[in-house]
């Protein structure tokens, strides 16, 4: 099955949200739908940048899960930028 991940870069957070929910959010919210390799919180170009890497059928099944983690992640802090992307070979490649 191929691998897929969506990565956030995140701003502030939303009122009264701990930020140790947020990844924990965004992978359960993946979770509910499709096998989960891993999350991760890195800090990128001075930004932070949420990742949840996951396995699904297709590129629209993957879109589709993409969609629902920012939406989740959305709920929690503002979303600046997403992008769902496959992994082939060594490469991750957006989604067209």
Known sequence: ??????????????????????LPAATEAARAVVAVEAGQVEVVRGRPVLTV?????????????????VTRVGELVDVETSRVTRRTGPRWSPLR
Do not use: K
């Not at 969506?6 to 947020?22: F, H, I, K, N």
């Not at 890497?53 to 983690?69: C, I, K, Q, W, Y």
């Open 53 to 69: 890497r996951f396995e699904a059928a297709d590129d629209l099944a993957a879109s589709d899960v993409g969609r629902l983690v």
């Open 1 to 22: 099955m191929p691998s897929y991940r969506v990565r956030m870069t995140v701003g502030d957070l939303r009122r009264g949200v701990d930020p140790a929910q947020v």
